[in-house]
């Protein structure tokens, strides 16, 4: 293991249909690394590939702090096979900043003032959706509880725009916690469920996700129904200590 970092988990995600007519057929991939640093910092990045047209690739790097507050990111999507635009993101507790070149807009700069520092930023990885689930207070129990200001890298389902500051509020139910079994293991879960998205120009349909119930809420799978009709399952799993 690199110096430095306590803790490392790799894993693959496949993205599935869930229409009848494609009930099961794969439509995507994504590949994705945590680390936690001695300093309490983690980073998240990963690789993801949408192959429904037009496909989707997307890179993207997240870091936050011990408080699990974000701090940068970066984004680089194709579409359709051609480059789209990249960005970096940077969160200070008063500001948001975002510099950007993007085949649609050009090259952008962005800033957003803040009441308070930047609870969540999402990407749309969906390793990240998982760690989003962070967001809710576990000591509170089952229940609804919302996060007023969050940002996103673009308004789109898939990531497809921008990408550029998009904000949005989000609320989060905490159904309970399960043990569920996926093709990379049984796993002790966290079982949430999105029950409203303010401020995308279209309504996400219902969505639920299952984390793992040790802290580090890595995405085991996740169903999203309405228009979307998508599956997510955590295919491979790997999980490595610093050595005493």
Known sequence: MTRGVKRSITGTILYTSTKPERLG?????EHFRIDVH?????T???????????????????????????????????????FRGSAWFRFADDLAECEAFTTVGGRVSQTMKLDRPLPAFGNHAMVNDGFLLSLYDLSQGPGVQVTNRMLLSSPDHRG??????????LAIEFVGRETIKVAAGKFDALHFRLVDIPGLPLE???????????????LLKAIVGGYMQTAYELTAYDRSEEAA
Not at 25 to 29: E, S, T
Not at 204 to 218: F, K, N, R, S
């Open 25 to 29: 057929a794969g439509r995507g991939r």
């Open 38 to 42: 001695a300093d309490g910092c983690r």
């Open 44 to 82: 998240i990045a990963a690789h993801g590939e949408i192959d429904d047209a037009p496909s989707v690739v997307r890179d993207v790097n997240l870091r936050v702090d011990a408080k699990l507050l974000p701090q940068e990111s970066f984004v680089r999507i194709a579409v359709g096979g051609e």
């Open 160 to 169: 497809a725009t921008g990408p550029m500051l998009f904000a949005i509020d």
């Open 204 to 218: 996400h349909p219902p969505y639920d996700l299952w984390c793992t119930d040790d802290g580090d809420y890595v």
